[in-house]
């Protein structure tokens, strides 16, 4: 884990979902931040207190976490300055983007002249195996959704936040950039050479206890023609014993595809169902998490009625509601 206070870096992102890195450190350790810096463009607020370097430096801040999620997982060549200035005031910084913070000579140079450090999360560091597609013992559960950036890596968190609670067994198991920022490890499957994604799964998902479940944050989606092949890799490294369908009811378009409009639930059920069985013949979809973060109260609780007598499961607001009655439809 990077050493805290953390700086959340929003930088120029243009709205609150390309910030989204961000948001979930501070949702989920919100007494590692001691706030957020945000260039003149910028279009996303965490609604936390907004600090220059200088005044982070002197409120003991150890390392900027760049909370931005771009297409292509870039470096602006805006960002530099403001990342060199972080360095030169005794921060590391951390990343997770496809874009490496040691590829940057600038950054490289800043770091080791001020005794810091770079972190690049989206490397893996294991070499992961070629799945076998075994059985293991334990429970697992995947959350996989209509589109990205739905809500899946929030309802694992969710789900085994609440596990715990109830004294059972169970571990997040991160597979992303920002669920390794929080957790502090998982695999960062969309670095992961192809060949292998299904593997690296396995492999963090291994042989355990038979009540103790394993909650896997799920990544992309089946119908998302860019980032399909992560999802795929995660049902059959995973093999769920359960999924979790997620969805973002008043999105228009799939994320960053202006020309694709988003499958329903009944869709998703009907498309990931024959494919979880090949390696898993007992899965079931057990529930859906509804993202309901843009619905008033009541429009939330009229549409996840609606939703549950739809889909016969299950359909809950984990972050909104919590996620007892996602736990209870584990069985």
Known sequence: M????????????????????????????????????????????????????????????????????????????????????????????????????????????????????????????????????????????????TDCSVGKMYTTLAMDREMKKQGRKSTFRATGQTGILIEGNGVPLDAVIADFMAGSVEYITPDNDADHWDFIEGQGSLFHASYSGVTMALIHGGQPDALILCHEPTRETMRGLPDYTLPSLEELREMVMPIAKVVNPDCKAVACSINTQHMSEDEALTYLAEVEKQMGIPAVDPFRQGAERLIEALG
């Open 2 to 145: 990077f050493e805290a206070p953390y700086l959340l870096f929003l930088g120029d992102a243009p709205d609150a979902l390309a910030a989204k890195m961000a948001q979930g450190i501070y949702d989920w350790r919100p007494e590692a931040v001691a706030g957020q810096f945000r260039m003149e463009e910028c279009g996303a607020d965490l609604g936390i207190k907004d600090l220059s370097i200088k005044e982070a430096a002197e409120a003991g801040v150890k390392t900027l976490v760049i909370g931005v999620v771009n297409r292509g997982g870039i470096i602006s060549e805006g960002w530099k300055s403001i990342l060199v200035e972080a360095l030169e005031a005794g921060m590391d910084i951390a990343s997770g983007l496809h874009t490496l913070l040691r590829d940057q000579p600038e950054l490289v140079e800043a770091a080791e002249k001020n005794d810091c450090s770079l972190h690049d999360v989206r490397i893996p560091t294991v070499k992961y195996p070629i799945a076998n597609g075994k059985n293991r013992s334990g429970k697992r559960c995947l959350a996989v959704g």
